[in-house]
């Protein structure tokens, strides 16, 4: 009886210590496991100088999908023949980069060596992957646990027998093999049911996180090829040398003060439109076109004394024109000399000049008149609106021709080339014109005229200007798109280490142009650097 009773409760033990190691092994229990990811689908990679390939076994086909080994770029129009453990077979293209071959061979095995022959243009390659099927491995494993489950099962029927045996010697024996036989269906269950949700949540698993990019727990990002596309990764493969060193200097746009003015008023009045009416904003003027009128105010005073001026010359202009009528009569007889009827026209002549200019004074507009041609960039015109004496009405600019006043707070002697850069990360090249003698604010304005085409950018833009200068620096040129700000604040790039497979690194940076960085420190020459798509991949989680 104590024998039994002995072995009942290691049968007890035994089915309960069995139970919660064979649900670790069954796909609890990582830690020991090298990082890969999630993705169930089963896939294969392989790489050589030209060429990456990427080969995903999904729904009885194989899709692959062919890059650039330096630039991430899909390679189209290649021919790639496979060799399958069924025979050859030729890929056919569907997408950009993306070739397909029927997989009726893809049953029942664990692994599929494949040759795949890749040639595109005067390049042909031979490449060689296994494609593992991870699902079929990842299934096995509650398979296997079912021995401890049958090892113990064993155990508990001769627990039950012997009791059985020696029930009439010993009748407690009975009672203890049942509790055995009872303790062990209890354990099995529940080994039965943990090994069900587990299944369930293996099907979840590959239903929700199939070909999903993710950070693996070695610190890589997992971006699989379809995904890539959609985020256009490209990548570039660096190479250390020498480069200019750089200073950045804050700057803003300006423009060509040969290509630009200001139209203002020089009397205080009103303003009217001309006939077309006023230039709007954006609008094209030519030198010399009337903009707009300013219509002098004449106060009360100033009409009575007009008045009264234009009451003395009618009066003056009557006698002098009834005197050159009686010259000219007296003049026919040579009664008076004819110098004393000109003398008496030239007279009348300027009474009337007067007459008029009081007539212009009293009525006539002054025009504002455009100094160059250009693009109205500014103004400030409304019907009536009253106009002090300099006040800028309308402001004209060049948009083809402008300028970049930037401050440096030393000396900048032989400079190089330069360039600009706005907030929205447009740049532009730049060509030095002159720096000021005179401090500006306890900094010397330097001018830089935009070299090439002008848009997007506007005068006075707020840039960063890069100016180069005579000294060298050793390092890793790279675009500013290839380098991000992580959470910590470091900046980041990331390296291409495998297909589908990307590594942050840490980097150490200065400024080189308007579209480059200096990289000095965090990267070996020749690795592949994501240059395009960088910040949707530190998007990952």
Do not use: C
């Amino acid at each position: 009886m104590r024998v039994s009773f002995a072995l009942s409760l290691l049968l007890i033990g035994f089915v309960a210590v069995s139970t919660p190691a064979a649900n670790a092994h069954e796909g609890h229990d990582h830690n020991t496991s090298a990082p890969v990811s999630q993705s169930l689908t089963p896939r294969g990679e392989a790489e050589s100088d030209a060429f990456q390939l990427v080969a995903v076994l999904r729904d009885g086909a194989l899709t692959l999908y062919l890059d650039r080994f330096a630039t991430n770029e899909p390679v189209n129009g290649a021919t790639v023949e496979v060799e399958t453990p069924s025979g050859p077979q030729a890929a056919e293209a569907v997408g950009e980069g993306i070739y397909r071959i029927a997989a009726p061979w893809a049953k029942g095995a664990d692994h599929y060596d494949l040759i795949f022959t890749v040639t595109a243009g005067d390049k042909v390659d031979v490449l060689t992957l296994t494609i593992l099927d991870t699902p079929r491995e990842a299934n096995a494993a509650p398979a296997r646990s079912l021995w401890w489950v049958i090892l113990a099962a064993l155990i508990a029927a001769t627990v039950f027998l012997s009791g059985v045996m020696f029930a009439r010697h010993f009748p407690r024996a009975l009672r203890i093999g049942g509790a055995s036989v009872l303790a062990f269906m209890l354990a099995a269950f529940a080994t039965d049911s943990a090994r069900a949700h587990e299944g369930h949540d293996d099907n979840k698993r590959m239903q929700t996180s199939r070909d999903a990019s993710q950070r693996l727990p070695d610190g890589t990002i997992f971006v699989p090829k379809p995904v890539q596309r959609l985020l256009t990764i490209r990548t570039l493969v660096v190479k250390e040398g020498r480069h200019a060193k750089s200073l950045e200097l804050p700057g803003r746009i300006i423009p060509d003060p040969n290509a630009s003015g200001y139209v203002q008023s020089t009397l205080a009045g009103r303003l009217l439109p001309p006939p077309a009416g006023f230039p709007v904003l954006g609008s094209r003027v030519e030198k010399g076109q009337v903009l707009a009128y300013v219509s002098p105010p004449v106060q009360t005073i100033d009409i009575s004394d007009m008045r009264q001026k234009e009451g003395e010359l009618l009066q003056q202009i009557s006698i002098l024109e009834r005197r050159v009528a009686r010259y000219e009569k007296l003049a026919e007889t040579n009664t008076i000399s004819r110098t004393q009827l000109d003398e008496a026209r030239l007279e009348l002549q300027g009474l009337r000049d007067r007459k008029i200019a009081l007539d212009k004074t009293r009525a006539e507009p002054e025009a504002l008149i455009a100094p160059v041609s250009g693009v109205i960039a500014e103004t400030n015109t409304i019907a009536g609106q009253l106009a002090q004496p300099n006040t800028v009405v309308f402001q004209i600019v060049d948009p083809s021709r402008l300028w970049v006043e930037a401050l440096s707070f030393e000396a900048l002697p032989d400079l190089k080339a330069a360039s600009a850069r706005n907030h929205n990360g447009h740049s532009v090249s730049l060509e030095f014109r002159g720096s000021g003698a005179a401090l500006r604010n306890q900094a010397i304005p330097i001018h830089f005229a935009i070299d090439g085409e002008t848009n997007g950018v506007w005068a006075g833009q707020f840039v960063s200007v890069f100016v180069k200068l005579p000294d060298e620096r050793k390092g890793i040129a790279l675009p500013r798109t290839a380098v991000v700000r992580a959470a910590n604040g470091l900046h980041v790039v990331f390296e291409q280490v495998s297909a589908e497979r990307f590594q942050p690194r840490e980097v150490k940076i200065e400024a080189l142009d308007a579209e480059n960085v200096l990289v000095t420190a965090g990267i070996e020459n020749g690795k592949r650097i994501v240059v395009q798509g960088t910040e949707l991949i530190e998007q990952v989680r």
